[in-house]
């Protein structure tokens, strides 16, 4: 594996579902001093605060024997990615220069950069990690950039099997309230592993929520949320802003809450949620207390995800 | 020890101050790789700044082998403390779930977390690092919660024990002088490790900065700060804000600052101070530069006051 | 060696340089259980931002088995330098019980601290870190001080010489125009090394940007950039903001912008720069992605200087 952009970046997808599930079953922890990680270095770049992504990627790298370098990016860090500009106004670096020095300082790269949520076209672009990833030397890991969550999806699909090894579950895709306009990045990588891993998701949202047909093609829309759940095996909640009008919060409907009630349609289904979440917002405290809730396993599971693409990516760098 | 946020975590606080003492006199460090922390994780949580705790831990932790991963939490992180709320405020994670999931990739986690000083009852009730202990599945250690100042009173007391191995030492507890409200964590933890070590603290102080009887008892208190002074051992200088009315600064008279002419009253007595002090507010110069002042030996002291206490919670997690 | 803060902490200059090449071309890293640093701990101190300095210098500490802390200082931390002073205004620190207590808890520090570009004299004065030299037990590295960026230089120094080993290379020093008011730090310290290197620069830059004569001494003056630029060896582009006044942009004449159609001018020479660099405006893209062009391999230098210097420090502490 060369990058973890995206689905595409890997060759087989449920070789590594499989793997960090064996690692979780392990349940052990690769010494650091012989891991493959050995005598490497990983840098991870916060455009944007991160608090489970952050923790499992550097334990995983660690765990691994990677050395680790955090660093929050915050306003300050303003990276100039339009080629052949006059860089007289704010950027004070281009990417592709920052790109080519990084390369020659660690082996690894993670980066976390949100959308604006207010130039869809840019945003669609993922312009910052992509022009990185051109210009790196290295390979770069997904760490929620404006379109995908790669990491956060891997997890997820491990969850997932971990819990339906035999049969192919019946997912839905529920869209969830939510008082801020959120990225699109989660709900979107969901459909593409899901889609790779062939399972369809039946999505259901608002109007006005659609999400792009590059990430819904495969998949099944259904407007009713109640016939959504009939049946459902895995419930996977996520507030998204709408895409048109870009960016904006048009429903805060409670109606639209995940409740006993509603899961009770369900096929003795499993709730998943990618955390953060927002109680008695998106899901009921009693929803979210009850066994059908996997969220905590969810969160957990991303350290072995992390720890499955580090060592893919740890592979196609020399030693 | 399950966790460490008051003195009652500590079945026999003086085994701990004398492994602590024990350990600074050894001038020895632990061999990383083969600590006793070794392949364990710590997580340090700021929600205020830190310099001294922040390296003291951390390095504490390193040296005993432990992977260390620092995190400022700043303003961007707004943890909701209280149950059942519906989370369509500030607050995007609940603690309960923060707390849940960070037991699942570290096994010990710091926090600090100053006091409001303007919601007396909150800051009572110590709510976000109490629900974070009642939530967790790990050891919580305390680096200045809005009540307690545990690391730091283990540390003063190690280095009070140092100087009067023999003796009970008489000790006082003066105010000083501060522009600015500051918490009264480091003085009440003091008074309560104090008692605990079976030492009776003569507490000085103007009118209004009573501190809380919780603390107070079993000490004595003395309004002459002269009289207070005189023959005393150990002088514990603090500043701390007003508790009634709640956070304020009442009083800036010099006269409380600590000089050579008051410390000629003690009996050759040690000047202590946790640090940062302001000096020529808090104390003088000349008292801070001479012999008398021990606050270098006592910061130094909080290395090994952190290794004591990691170690203890080490014994009491799981291989 | 005992501080690294500027050209006359170093006793043998060629030595260093040479060591610098020489780790580069020995390609191998120092196995960090094993080095010389194991055991040992550095303390990165950055009250500016950084990217190079700071992945270089942690990078290198690591690899030579040292534990490393970095801390982003930003507005928060105000250490108050001047002494006597009655402190009840900002700083709640002084920089003189800072030092002492940070050199009871690690062996080596760095800091980073830009000049205020409004007070010349306290600038010149490199007051912060001066003063945090005089009063630590433990050597400093200057990470870029408001006069001084040595680490720079080293690697400056050992990229010119790998690629003159033999020959005295015609060096200018070539102002650049830039929208905002910079450090003069590297542009000094590149002259400091320069001349101890014993390689003669020619400075080129508009009126009003004259360097102090500290540093420009045993250099010359050439006010005519192509005059100049004809027959040098090596281009070091840099811009500065200037001296008298004080601070200032005062020129951003685009005309001294860096072009292939200057660089023609010289002996086939190299182009430098210690970026971050704005493209299209210190230099045009096809000058920065020309051959001529080696501030990659100068910037990856920067991991090598970093760990000689530390090295050399190293051998000054005691185990």
Known sequence: MKNFYSAADVADIERLVDQVIALKD?????????????????????????LRTRLS????????GMEVISMDMGQSWKWEITPGVVMSADSAEHIRDAAQVISSYVDIVGIRCFPTLQDRAADKRDALIKTFIRHADVPVVNLESAQLHPLQSLTDMATIRAHFAEKVPRIVLSWAPHPKALPHAVAQSFLQWAGAMQWQVTITHPDGYALPEDYTRGHHYEPDQRKALTDADVVYLKNWSSHDPYGQVLNTDPDWMMTTEKMALTNQGLCMHCMPIRRNVVATDEVLDSDCCIMYEQAAMREQAAQVVLQELLKDTGS
Chains 1, 2, 3 share one sequence.
């Open 57 to 64: 990627t550097e334990i995983a790298a660690r765990s691994l």
């Open 26 to 50: 392990q349940g052990l922890r690769t010494t650091a001093t012989q891991g493959p990680g050995s005598g490497k270095r990983m840098l991870l770049l916060f455009f944007n605060s991160s």
